[in-house]
């Protein structure tokens, strides 16, 4: 029996490569690209480790080129969502029960496998399957699902070793259980790291996964799922099953061994299923743990002590990096009237110089929104701008999908602050500019805080102080990710752990401890060293 009291070195970021002209890292992404570009895959459901195939099927194609398939996918029934429910639940118990320190091998090796022999084929799955340029691919994963891989190993010592104190004659323990039951994962399309953190997370901590990944980011998702066999994660651990959200959601938010539901999606389809699980509460057997990172509409505030270049580059980075298709886009500004002018210029010589196009030219900054359905969306949104009476269209504003889903970096400028585009999410390359006058600071923190129901990511650009400290009490709740003359994107497992509250989700905060305690169902245990022999106290004797 190995009894070693392990502790894990607290890891380091991963580092991200650059991919500059001549490097070797440029020259093997570029070699993954061509060889997946060449291939289609077939992608079926694996439930207990057996790949399963139900026959009713769908297509995977690539953003950038909508008629290029890259992959035929099969889709879960209700019969296969039962069968994965109960893979789980069978192999629940064993992998529970393994020693943590085992399981932590399996999340390192997965790392180690993603940062070596998958690397450039996972980043080039990326590039392909969800239109991300090289950088962008390269920071979500590999990089970012490492980092969460390493840390969470980390993390979990840490929880462990959190023990209770015990007083003279008694030995106290916490008993840190796997939850009584499977967990959902519910996988969004723009950040893989995140699709597997939601399955890995939990499964650190002794669970079994259910997972259901986003259809638009399949190609990665599976090449996921196939690494982590490889890796050595038992069969039954965590299952995957593409399919319907609808079908799906309705067996497992039924089903009694109901544990856990990790989500990051939509805040409508979030609070869907919040109350499918409401109205099945007397049905399961423990009150499931929900922890769920949703929608945003993140702010840039600039005071008029910011440098107008600084502010700038973080808006056209915030703002259009992933085609604004992040959960932490930068969504809405507010720029004070005496900094408008410079900042605006700013913004389109940069817009001037900015490619759109497919991913693997790599001097493109922007590429494809993720689906027809998005990019009708975000169109739907530019149009209304562009009908507005209280809105203007500054830069961009076109759209194309004859090839690809191609939509612009767009800036709308309104004098409306509450109008449409500054308080309604659209996940896209569009940007909702308002202008205030310079003594009106204080007041228009306070409509910052009040124009949408999210709180997800914001930041502040001043060199005044005390402006910044006002920002940063005045807009205490606006976000769970606050940054003081940066943009609002680009958080950093362990430097910046991420979420946010309001209608942006549950704030637990993916990659850290906070986030892997929700996946545990904690014992106190006490023990007593010597029993007592008599009922009585001494406040029962006579003076």
Known sequence: MDNAIFRFPKPVNEPVKAYAPGSSEKKLLKQALAQLASEEWEIPLVIGGKEVRTGNTGKVVMPHDRKHVLATYHKAGEKEVQMAIDAAMAAHQEWSELPWVERASVMLRVAELLGTKYRYVLNASLMLGQSKNPYQAEIDAPCELIDFLRFSTYYAGQVYADQPYSDTGILNRMEYRALEGFVFSLTPFNFTSIAGNLNMGPAMMGNTAVWKPSTTALHSNYLLMKVFKEAGLPDGVVN????????????????????????????????????????????????????????????????????????????????????????????????????????????????????????????????????????????????????????????????????????????????????????????????????????????????????????????????????????????????????????????????????????????????????????????????????????????????
């Open 240 to 543: 995957f099953i593409p399919g319907q959200g609808s079908v799906i959601g309705k067996v497992v938010t039924q089903s009694p061994d109901l544990g856990g539901f990790h989500f990051t999606g939509s805040t409508s389809t979030f609070n869907t299923l919040w109350r499918q699980m409401g109205e099945n509460l007397g049905h399961y057997k423990s009150y499931p743990k929900i922890v769920g990172e949703t929608g945003g509409k993140n702010f840039v505030f600039v005071h008029p002590s910011a440098p107008a270049l600084d502010v700038a580059t973080a808006l056209v980075r915030g703002a259009f990096e992933y085609q604004g298709q992040k959960c932490s886009a930068a969504s809405r500004a507010y720029i004070p009237a005496s900094l408008w002018k410079e900042i605006k210029e700013y913004m389109g010589d940069m817009l001037k110089e900015i490619k759109m196009g497919d991913p693997c030219d790599f001097t493109n900054f922007v590429n494809a929104v993720i689906d027809e359905a998005s990019f009708d969306n975000i169109m739907g949104y530019i149009d209304y701008a562009k009908h507005a009476s209280d809105a203007e269209i500054l830069f961009g504003g076109k759209g194309d999908k004859s090839v690809g889903y191609f939509v612009e970096p767009t800036v709308i400028l309104t004098t409306n602050p509450m109008f449409k585009t500054m308080a309604e999410e659209i996940f896209g390359p569009v940007l909702t500019v308002y202008i205030y006058e310079d003594d009106k600071y204080d007041e228009t923190l306070e409509l910052c805080d009040r124009t949408s129901p999210y709180g997800l990511t914001g930041s502040i650009f001043a060199r005044d102080r005390f402006a910044i400290d006002k920002a940063f009490n005045k807009l205490r709740y606006a976000a769970g990710n606050f940054y003081i003359n940066d943009k609002p994107t680009g958080a950093v497992i362990a430097q910046q752990p991420f979420g946010g509250s309001r209608a942006s989700g549950t704030n637990d905060k993916a990659g850290g401890p906070l986030n892997l305690i929700r996946w545990t169902n904690a014992r106190a245990i006490k023990e007593t060293l010597v029993s007592p022999t008599h009922y009585g106290y001494p406040f029962l004797g006579e003076e």
